[in-house]
């Protein structure tokens, strides 16, 4: 029986990650973190299905995607983008002119909602513990 919850428990995939790459992710801060794709990759599938962490890691993605290329403002993509936001953002869309610098707030404050998550509490606890077992064996 222990051993399906063990299983259950390295959904991520975790448990196939060398003893060194376990540390670097747990040495890693929120934003490093969420800009290591791999690292995001197996997070995602460690967070419940219902979990607005998810929304949280799109909408930093998101950002960081309209921060690379040109953004078309008219677009049905950024409409949407931009209602999924809390208020103050969208608010800010309208009367800031530098859109770079409300994206650049957006991937702060939704990269800090990530970090404050159970989800991601319970994720880096995981690891840690993954991370034990390689010391003591």
Not at 62 to 81: G, L, V
Not at 94 to 121: C, G, H, P, Q, W
């Amino acid at each position: 029986m222990s051993r399906v919850i063990e299983c259950i428990k390295c959904a991520c995939g975790c448990k196939d990650l060398p003893k060194d790459r376990i540390k670097e992710l747990l040495c890693k801060k929120i934003h490093g973190f969420l800009n290591d794709d791999d690292a995001v990759e197996m997070f995602s599938k460690f967070i419940p299905n219902d979990s607005r962490t998810h929304k949280y890691i799109a909408i930093v993605k998101q950002a960081k995607a309209y921060q690379r290329a040109e953004i078309d403002t008219n677009s049905d993509e950024w409409e949407e983008f931009v209602e999924d936001l809390e208020e103050q953002f969208e608010d800010e869309f309208k009367t800031n002119s530098d859109t770079n610098a409300v994206l650049e707030r957006i991937v702060f404050e939704y990269s800090k909602k990530v970090e404050i998550s159970v989800d991601y509490a319970n994720y880096t606890r995981n690891l840690k513990q993954k991370y034990n077992k390689f010391r003591s064996v």
